[in-house]
């Protein structure tokens, strides 16, 4: 990409942990990831939680776990280390004091003493009341009080915050990679609060400017909800005089509703029975979000659709394992407009990966499931079953079950069962015990030799028992080919489930 400047890549994820991390900003993550691998940067993980009223405990280790899941890798960070720490914004305190200190010396921001019931006073007083250009001064600041008396109050132990000058009438560029040069008048910006002193710490705006220039960050890419952010930090940047290595902008497509009108919600999620969460998340008020992880996803499922969200590799390829979408991402071939959230999609991406993950991977959850029916079996007896049914047509494993009960259960037989009824005709009864004769003379009951054996039989008499035959071992229509569900069973349980068939059902 020739846009890319000199240094280094260096990417970060910056979440805040107010809660479990919704789809998107896993998305958000996936992208900067796939970003830094491709030019051999490195991604960082940032904890934004100036917020402390936001705060929720357990947030951050979600977050992490999440990642692990997925297998989305970070160079940097909370919990990676790195030489750029600390990564967690609540332990930079003194970091953020120095540059406040210097918008200050510097003019390019100011005190303000209004009170909470001042500025609410002061929004019922005034239609559309902005803390700018037009209003600063009429309120309670250092421009308006002089040094002296600002001085005094803060001795006297008055709270304030600090607010950053915005100067009128300037076009602010922001250099966007997805959206080109998107123009502003610094006109509708506010003075943005800054750093609040009760609680000594910035707000937002600062600490995300101050750590991506500290930390040497070379590329912001984050969701398009932090594109009315821009040009202040546009604006901060050129303050601080770091306009240089001011990092390019990409802000991410929306997702959107399955039916594209309005912003995916978790309310959407719930409605349509998809997850919007990574992981299953545990609020402490007792709220349950289901995760994809619990509903039975792959990662590898789930990484392939969240690509495909907003960017696609201008082909009609669709399954791309996560070393080709590394190669072929491309931030200038994301979409400017919102994705859909098509969650069909993420199933049938699911089912796609079922098929082609290796047996082992997917035995452990059929196992659970049958542990939970009270069957027990050998691993590799599961993993047989698995390899056996996933190309049937499932999206989940969980779906199994149903279908595969009868490898583990044997069947009960009945007319009221339509395939029972159309395949136990005249003939059948003779025609199964006489394969049961044949398949009791057999020493080895692997499939090849059930086959050289039966259609040997049956190309001789003309017939084809094969149903009739899926009736005594399964009791209905469902299963693999027979000779795999017979070698699976073993030669005493075909029989007895035969021998069982021909008890219960009329001599026909
Ligand atoms: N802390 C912000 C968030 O929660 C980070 C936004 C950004 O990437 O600048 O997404």
């Known amino acids: 990409m020739s846009t890319l400047n000199e240094r280094k890549v260096r990417v970060r994820f910056a979440p805040s942990p107010t809660g479990p991390l919704h789809i998107g900003g896993v998305r958000t993550a996936l992208y900067n990831y796939l970003f830094a691998r491709q030019h051999g940067g490195s991604l960082i993980f940032r904890i934004e939680d100036t917020d402390s009223t936001r705060f929720v405990p357990g947030a951050e280790e979600y977050i992490l776990e999440s990642f692990r899941w997925l297998g989305i890798e970070f160079d940097e960070g909370v919990s990676f280390g790195g030489d750029h720490g600390p990564y967690r914004q609540s332990e930079r305190r003194d970091i953020y004091k120095k540059y ?53 109050l803060i001795d006297e132990g008055q709270q304030y915050v600090v607010r950053f000058l915005v100067e009128p009438g300037e076009e602010i560029h922001v250099d966007d990679l997805i959206r080109g040069d998107v123009k502003v008048m610094s006109d509708i910006l506010d003075d943005k609060v800054l750093y609040k002193s009760a609680d000594q710490l910035p707000t937002y705006h600062l600490a995300n400017i101050v750590d991506d220039h500290l930390m040497e960050v070379t590329h912001v890419i984050r969701g398009e909800e932090w594109l009315p952010s821009a040009p202040l930090h546009v604006l901060l940047y050129r303050a601080f005089g770091w306009a240089d290595t001011m990092p390019r902008f990409a802000h991410l497509p929306l997702l959107l509703k399955p039916d594209g009108k309005g912003k995916l919600s978790k309310r959407d999620g719930d409605r349509l029975g998809f997850p919007v969460f990574p992981l299953e998340w545990h609020g402490q008020d007792g709220t349950v979000c289901s995760g994809y992880r619990e509903s039975g996803y792959l990662p590898e499922a789930v990484i392939n659709f969240l690509a495909l969200l907003g960017w696609n590799p201008g082909t009609d390829e669709e399954l791309l394992s996560m070393d080709q979408l590394i190669e072929k991402f491309d931030l200038a071939k994301c979409s400017k407009s919102g994705a859909k959230f098509d969650y069909v999609k993420g199933q049938w991406f699911n089912r796609e990966y079922i098929q082609r993950a290796p047996d082992a991977l997917l035995a452990p959850t059929l196992d659970a499931i049958l542990r939970s029916e009270g069957i027990a079996q050998p691993i590799e007896r599961v ?32 007319m009221d069962d339509k395939f029972v009824r159309k395949n136990w005709k005249e003939g059948a009864a003779a025609q199964m015990r006489r394969l049961a004769d044949i398949l009791a003379g057999l020493d080895t009951f692997d499939v090849e030799h059930q086959r050289q054996a039966v259609d040997a039989w049956a190309a001789a008499d003309g017939i084809k028992p094969w149903n009739a035959w899926r009736v005594c071992l399964v009791g209905t229509g469902k299963g693999p080919d027979m000779y795999e569900l017979a070698a699976f069973l073993g030669k005493d349980e075909t029989l007895r489930r035969m021998q069982a068939a021909l008890d219960a059902l009329p001599q026909v």
């Open 383 to 414: 993993e047989a079953v698995v390899g056996m049914m996933k190309m049937k047509k499932i999206n989940f494993i969980k779906e199994l079950w149903p279908l595969c009960d009868f490898f583990f259960i044997a069947p009960t037989y009945s």
């Open 100 to 152: 406040v200190r210097q918008l200050l010396d510097a003019g390019r921001a100011y005190i303000a003493f209004d009170t909470p019931d001042e500025l609410n006073a002061k929004r019922e007083a005034v239609p559309n009341f902005q803390y700018d250009a037009h209003t600063r001064m009429q309120m309670r600041n250092s421009l308006t009080l002089g040094a002296d008396e600002t001085r005094r």
